[in-house]
């Protein structure tokens, strides 16, 4: 049997604005409700500048540790929290989500899953999120303890005063984020 010779990768992209983003994409649940929370950062490339043309999607657990099994992600009723979103970022590579903070699924340190799709990329990077606070469950994490310490950093978003999580992705060079590999 012969083996094939694999075909070079082609760059993540172009995205085109009329089929990716949809009205309320980046929204998991209303902005302002109860229960919402901010999740927003900066992409920036090697340099620590920001990157214009990037796309961002999350997944994560409700604030229960629950994951949806609903659909709707792409026509947003309001109401039905299905764990999923999507946001490009500004042209000064800002992200917002609005989402709620996900709860523990089977008492490890909640984290929301996030993707990355950007210009220059020949495959799709994957990463996680973690919320700050509870240092006793970050620490008994095993991804997190598989890291060193500076490392492990870039994975846990900072709280600010109004209750946001602020977490900037870096992809490439000193305080790189850690990317994760499903191979």
């Not at 209303?30 to 997944?59: F, K």
């Not at 992200?95 to 929301?112: D, L, R």
Request: charged share 25%.
């Amino acid at each position: 049997m012969s083996k094939l010779t694999p075909t070079p990768g082609q760059t993540v992209g172009p995205f085109y604005g009329y089929a990716l983003p949809y009205p309320k994409d980046s929204e998991l649940v209303v902005p302002g409700s109860p229960r919402s929370m901010r999740v927003h950062g900066t992409v920036t490339d090697g340099n620590g500048d920001p990157i214009p043309d990037c796309l961002l999607e999350i997944w994560q657990a409700d604030e229960h540790g629950v994951i949806s099994q609903k659909t709707g992600s792409l026509k947003r009723d309001g109401y039905t929290f299905t764990g999923w979103g999507r946001a490009a970022v500004d042209d000064d590579g800002h992200f917002t989500f609005t989402t709620v903070n996900p709860g523990s699924i089977e008492e490890k340190a909640p984290f929301i899953a996030v993707v990355v799709f950007a210009r220059g990329l020949l495959n799709k990077l994957h990463t996680r999120v973690y919320l700050p606070e509870d240092t006793e469950a970050l620490a008994k994490d095993a991804l997190l303890n598989s890291l060193p310490a500076d490392r492990r950093a870039t994975l846990i978003a900072e709280r600010e005063e109004d209750g946001s999580l602020l977490w900037n992705i870096r992809l490439q060079g000193e305080n790189e984020t850690v990317f994760l590999d499903f191979s």
